[in-house]
């Protein structure tokens, strides 16, 4: 079985500020990480993604995400966030077959100005 | 390209009803599924699709009819609606690759509220 945890449920941040979101993820098995952004009454968009090679993943947007194998982690970075950043952010493991996607529980980022 | 469609985004049923959300995709998608996402529990997959006539069971089934006639199209089944499914529906789309490391794509989602 696998696990996503997003130990943070809301990260208040002021503008201009670096932020980071946690994932920790669990799984007996090679695995591909993503990390989802979805913005208020809309769907959810890709930012990034893990699926092999280099352990730091570049996204859209200026965002930046590490896999840590010995961690179990994949914490989603960037260095200086913008107001339009306030969206609510989701970490997902996906391993094996297509349809085991397990998603966490979502992290709220509120850029404060 | 539209992308990923849902009709209705917002629906209100009273316990009982029926009715099925729509889903989709203009981008030769062969797999498709269904989430519900709920406060707090994140997203859960309810069924998903590999290809046209082709239907599988998620992590929260019950109470959900798919079928899959077209690659276009997945339709989402609700038969008797109860107050437990009241919830936002996404639908998604990928395209199928041998390495299995296709993204999803996402539906603007559905709204629905049972009373």
């Known amino acids: 079985a696998q696990s996503v945890t997003q130990l943070d449920s809301q990260v208040p941040v002021f503008e201009e500020a670096p932020v980071e979101l946690r994932c920790n993820y669990s799984s007996s098995v090679s695995v591909y990480l993503f990390w989802y952004v979805q913005y208020p009454n809309q769907g959810l968009q890709l930012l990034l993604k893990y699926l092999s090679g280099s352990t730091l993943v570049k996204g859209i947007n200026g965002f930046e995400a590490e896999f840590n194998k010995s961690q179990t982690s994949f914490h989603l970075r960037k260095p200086s966030v913008h107001i339009s950043d306030t969206a609510e952010y989701f970490c997902a493991v996906r391993s094996g077959g297509y349809q085991k996607v397990t998603f966490g529980t979502g992290t709220k980022l509120q850029v404060i100005p | 390209n539209a992308g990923v469609t849902q009709t209705p985004k917002f629906q209100v049923l009273k316990t009982g009803q029926s009715m099925t959300l729509q889903c989709a995709q203009d981008?030769?998608?062969?797999?498709m599924s269904w989430y519900r996402q709920d406060p707090g529990m994140g997203l859960r997959l309810i069924h998903y699709s590999v290809g046209a006539g082709i239907t599988d069971q998620g992590e929260v089934p019950n109470g959900y009819n798919v079928s899959r006639s077209t690659t276009e199209d997945f339709p989402l089944r609700l038969l008797s609606a109860a107050p437990s499914q009241t919830s936002v529906y996404f639908c998604?789309?990928?395209?199928?690759?041998?390495?299995?490391?296709?993204?999803?794509?996402f539906g603007p989602g559905t709204r629905l509220t049972v009373l």
């Open positions: 981008m030769n998608h062969e797999y």
């Open positions: 998604a789309s990928s395209s199928r690759g041998h390495t299995s490391t296709d993204t999803q794509y």
